[in-house]
């Protein structure tokens, strides 16, 4: 699909992902890569206590995975890219904890794709993490990425 027919289709949910585990061996990897290594993340005991139940996974962890969920998706794809760099985001809200174990998958919506200019697009789009077997999302987000053609 060319950039042009695909900035036909703003307003339009333009892919899902696959389903993916947010297990606690990804939890305490994120952990170690950030040393965010709050007991809420990983010590499975003490987070028994909280109002979570249990260890849930870090919001930044959810976030981070929209590249992963997005190659994981039926998205259409883009002819002739050359690479896609992200931008970054607008009005990231984290909505619901993801629990250890839960499954997540991601929901893109298509915002905005302007071409910046020849050969360069923005892509923008509204992402929403969902939960498996929950009401609320994980968390929702407009994401940029740049597109080179």
């Known amino acids: 699909m060319s950039p042009q027919d695909l900035a036909g289709k703003v307003g339009e949910v333009i892919g899902t992902s ?68 992200n931008y970054g985001g607008n009005k990231t809200r984290f909505i619901s904890p993801v629990r250890s174990g839960k499954r997540i998958r991601g929901h893109w919506k298509l915002v905005e794709m302007i071409e910046k200019r020849p050969g360069q697009w923005q892509q923008t789009s509204e992402i929403t993490m969902e939960i498996e077997g929950e009401d609320k999302p994980a968390l929702i987000t407009e994401w940029i990425t740049q597109i080179f053609v």
């Open 18 to 85: 696959e389903w993916v585990e947010m297990s606690q061996e990804r939890i305490n990897q994120f952990a170690d890569a950030t040393g965010d290594h709050q007991f809420i993340h990983i010590d499975e005991e003490k987070a028994k206590m909280t109002p979570f139940g249990g260890t849930i996974a870090h919001g930044f962890l959810t976030l981070s995975m929209i590249p992963y969920l997005g190659a994981q998706s039926d998205m259409p794809r883009l002819d002739g890219v050359k690479m896609g760099v």
